[in-house]
């Protein structure tokens, strides 16, 4: 019998690029950051991949290169890199949402892209909910920090438990598509792992485990 929820991660499982690379590329375009700010993103980026500062911490220093900016100026500018990401979602992605679709199964992405472009990649994909990270908006302004945690690893684990529970679904015979060693946590909750195009270290861990692997 066909699952009834299934999660998918968005970058590099829906998507075959990272939206925060096309986030920061269209940003540099604009002007809304310049060479010093790309030089940083390279360095903190570093720092995270060898394990010096958490993907939170990363994620809070780029974020504060938004502050003070305009929701409404950066709609626009949003809508390009929505519209370059919707050529990118790989086609096996597609396919398997909308069996999930056609079998009843409520879908939901679940990933550390920020809610406007999650949003309307599930509008793209005729997805039915989002759990994501969020940015922080006052006076229609952003604030350079996020609103609540960033959603990643545990942050991920912590929203897939919160939703199940308040609609009644249950995690352990859920599906969930993900690519990196960073969204174990959730691999390790859910029924049905799927590991899509994985990274090294997580495909080692799904060979051992005996968990699907897909290539799209």
Same mark, same amino acid.
Request: contains cysteine.
């Given at each position: 019998?066909?699952? =009834?929820?299934? &999660? !998918?991660?968005?970058?590099?499982?829906?998507?075959?690029?990272?939206? *925060?690379?096309?986030? !920061?590329?269209?940003?540099?375009?604009? *002007?809304?950051? #310049?060479?010093? +700010? %790309?030089?940083?993103?390279?360095?903190?980026?570093?720092?995270?991949?060898?394990?010096?500062?958490?993907?939170? =911490?990363?994620?809070?220093?780029?974020?504060?290169?938004?502050?003070? /900016?305009?929701? +409404?100026? %950066?709609?626009?500018?949003?809508?390009?890199? %929505? +519209?370059?990401?919707? #050529?990118?979602?790989?086609?096996?992605?597609?396919?398997?949402?909308?069996?999930?679709?056609? =079998?009843?199964?409520?879908?939901?992405?679940?990933?550390?892209?920020?809610? &406007?472009?999650?949003?309307?990649?599930?509008?793209?994909?005729?997805?039915?909910?989002? $759990?994501?990270?969020?940015?922080?908006?006052?006076?229609?302004?952003?604030? #350079?920090?996020?609103? *609540?945690?960033?959603?990643?690893? /545990? *942050?991920?684990?912590?929203?897939?438990?919160?939703?199940?529970?308040?609609?009644? !679904?249950? $995690?352990?015979?859920?599906?969930?598509?993900?690519?990196?060693?960073?969204?174990?946590?959730? $691999?390790?909750?859910?029924? =049905?792992?799927?590991?899509?195009?994985?990274?090294?270290?997580?495909?080692?861990?799904?060979?051992?485990?005996?968990?699907? %692997?897909?290539?799209?």
């Amino acid at each position: 019998m066909e699952n =009834n929820l299934a &999660f !998918f991660d968005l970058d590099h499982t829906i998507l075959s690029t990272s939206s *925060g690379r096309i986030m !920061f590329k269209g940003s540099y375009k604009h *002007g809304l950051i #310049g060479k010093k +700010e %790309i030089r940083s993103a390279i360095l903190v980026n570093t720092l995270y991949r060898i394990g010096i500062i958490s993907a939170q =911490n990363a994620v809070s220093r780029w974020m504060k290169w938004y502050r003070g /900016m305009s929701v +409404e100026s %950066i709609v626009p500018i949003a809508a390009e890199w %929505i +519209e370059e990401l919707k #050529g990118l979602v790989r086609e096996g992605a597609r396919e398997e949402i909308r069996r999930h679709r056609e =079998n009843g199964t409520r879908t939901v992405i679940l990933s550390a892209s920020p809610a &406007f472009i999650c949003e309307e990649m599930r509008k793209e994909l005729g997805m039915d909910d989002v $759990l994501c990270t969020e940015l922080e908006v006052a006076d229609g302004r952003l604030t #350079g920090n996020l609103r *609540g945690t960033y959603c990643h690893g /545990m *942050g991920k684990l912590e929203r897939a438990r919160r939703y199940c529970r308040d609609r009644g !679904f249950a $995690l352990v015979t859920a599906h969930y598509y993900a690519d990196s060693i960073a969204d174990l946590p959730v $691999l390790e909750a859910v029924g =049905n792992p799927v590991c899509v195009t994985p990274d090294r270290r997580l495909e080692r861990v799904a060979r051992k485990r005996g968990w699907k %692997i897909v290539r799209w």
